[in-house]
Each structure stands twice: as structure tokens, then as C-alpha cells.
């Protein structure tokens, strides 16, 4: 690439560092899994979620009409969009295949703390 000078590939070597001292990937595979776990229970309570997947902490999922199953049009997502920012929490529920990407140090503790301001702007909304 482009990007191999030295400065870029210092970068690099901080970064991969920071990442393995700090425990990042064990990190992102216990708190992925509780996230993607609880999305599943959501489901189950909330049908307009739909097809839950992902690995470590990139989760995604549908919202649908759970009679259907058709995604939900582009205005009802940014109502759970907008519901959701308002409560404080930034997603990318824009769009009916909402992604859920965050930084490999989230700790379980703000992730209990995002799937109760999730469940709660998802009940208003749905």
C-alpha cells in the first residue's frame, strides 16, 4: 500500500501493541457475546428484529415487519434512529440492516447500559 512509511508502520506497531497488552480481542469476544446474546433475547421479545448475527463486537441485525418479514421503510428507521440519539446513544439504525460496530473497548458495563436505552427507544418505536 501507500501507507508503508515509516511514521504509518510505527503507527501500526503502537497500535497491534495497545491491542494485545490491553486484551482488546478477549475483550471483544466476551462483551461481543453478550451482545449478541442479548440481541437474541430482543428478538424473542421484539420480533421486528430479525436475523441476528455477527462475531466479536460487529453485530448486525434487521428490523422488519414481523408479519412480512419486508424491512422497514427508510422514515420508521430514522425514528428509531432519532428516538435513539435522543436517549444518548449514536447507532447505525438508519437503515433496516442496522450494524453495530463499537470500539474494542467498550466494557459490559456501557454495553448493559446501550441494550437498555436500545429496548427502551424500540418499544416507543415499535
Known sequence: SYGGNPLAAAAVAASVGIIRD????ANANVVGKYLKSEFVALSHRYPVLADVRGEGLLIGFDLVDPVTKTFWDKNR???LFRALLRRGLLTMAYAPR??????????????KEALEIFESALGDVS
Do not use: D, F, H, K
Not at 22 to 25: A, I, K, P, Q, T
Not at 102 to 107: A, D, G, K, T, V
Open 22 to 25: 490491553e486484551g482488546l480481542v
Open 98 to 111: 442496522v450494524r453495530i460496530n463499537p470500539p474494542l473497548i467498550l466494557s459490559l458495563a456501557q454495553a
Open 77 to 79: 428507521c430514522q425514528t
